[in-house]
């Protein structure tokens, strides 16, 4: 674990000032994405069973494909540029440890994309709706299986591996100058409440919403961070040195 000189961090950054900007609108965005997402959720709590989507799919296709959702395959490709980006800054700090948080962001991400079948639930639900009473129970045991596939195995595959990149990528903020002190903080707090999957009944549900608020935060600090470093050395702030007061912002 070595720390890098403003110099060698701005240099770097230069190198990769596209994927630093996406990154940092990307986090941006990944705040408002939690915004709408919670609001979609209080507005229009998920049905409770396979019939229960397959007739909201049916009367609101937008609210059923939501409830199933879709909006966290945005979020998840939102959240991987900005690990992506982290990666790049942190690559001096320990190349190991960001080889490392990558290799779990990469599977992780991969199993979350391959688990959400929103678009499978739409196609059988029309095809309930024209059904005759038996077909009928063979449509809501498939989608009882798409439902178990879409919160199983894969999900907690993407969970634990994720969790294990924001915590691999908040520990290096936090033994480097690069992000505020406060930034790598959020990280942890919000890898601490990635501990329990959402899928693990009232309790994950309750660690999964509380996880928002952190993420939200931590998102944020580390969006304005990376436009920080976008610009060039003339005009960008001076990185952080241990100690001093933009270390606590």
């Known amino acids: 674990m070595v720390d890098v000189d403003a110099a060698t961090v701005q240099s770097d950054a230069l190198q990769w000032h596209g994927l630093l900007l996406t990154g940092a609108w990307c986090a941006f965005a990944s705040v408002l994405m939690i915004v709408i997402q919670m609001g979609n959720y209080l507005l229009w709590p998920p049905p409770q069973s396979t019939a229960g989507f397959f007739d909201l799919l049916l009367a609101n296709p937008t609210h059923g494909l939501l409830a199933l959702d879709v909006l966290y395959i945005v979020s998840n490709a939102l959240a991987y540029l900005v690990y992506l980006a982290l990666a790049v800054v942190l690559w001096r700090v320990n190349r190991s440890a960001v080889v490392v948080a990558l290799a779990f962001l990469v599977v992780g991400i991969a199993a979350y994309m391959a688990s959400p079948r929103a678009v499978e639930m739409l196609m059988l639900a029309h095809s309930y709706s024209a059904a005759d009473a038996a077909t009928r129970t063979a449509l809501l045991a498939a989608g009882d299986g798409m439902i178990a596939t879409w919160t199983g195995t894969a999900f907690d595959v993407y969970y634990f591996f994720t969790f294990v990149t924001l915590l691999v990528l ?42 928002l608020a952190p993420w939200g935060v931590f998102a944020a600090l580390v969006g304005r ?24 912002l």
């Open 225 to 248: 961070r990376l436009l920080q470093l976008a610009r060039p050395a003339t005009s960008s702030s001076a990185t952080p040195t241990p100690g001093s007061p933009s270390r606590d």
């Open 170 to 211: 908040a520990i290096l903020m936090l033994r480097s100058s690069i992000f505020s002190r406060a930034t790598a903080v959020w990280g942890l707090a919000g890898a601490a409440l990635m501990v329990v999957p959402s899928n693990f009944g009232p309790v994950g549900l309750a660690f999964a919403i509380a996880s």
